[in-house]
């Protein structure tokens, strides 16, 4: 899949530094719904901005059959590596070191696609 590794490396390119992930002994005890409770708010941030990105995009608002989504995510990275890092530092931090990239790079950009369209389709507030 040509998107991942592109969005892998400009993730990770011009990423900026996150902190070191919390111990996770030192975090309470979380039932699996906590966890997932906790994370979606940085799910959520990372693909808004994404959105927002692509929607900003004269390609995507020329309603142009010529573009490539998948170009535009990756286009948005430089402008979202923040909260795409910060969304993967949490995951680390609540279910434990690495489980955030699997996230990204699985789960998140399976349902990335389909998810953008949808908040880059919405009328603005």
Known sequence: M???????????VV????????ELSALPRLSMQQKNAATQA????????????????????RNDPS????DLIVDSMPHCVEPVRAMIAAYDRYFG??????????PYLD???KAVIERASEPAD
Do not use: N
């Open 15 to 22: 990423g900026v530094a996150a902190g070191p992930p919390a």
């Open 97 to 106: 070191d690495g489980v955030g990239e699997e996230f990204f790079m699985g």
């Open 111 to 113: 349902i990335l696609p």
């Open 42 to 61: 940085y799910m959520q941030r990372a693909t808004d901005c994404i959105a927002r990105a692509v929607k900003a995009d004269a390609r995507f608002r």
């Open 2 to 12: 040509m998107i991942l590794g592109q969005l892998v490396a400009a993730t990770f």
């Open 67 to 70: 573009f490539a989504l998948a």
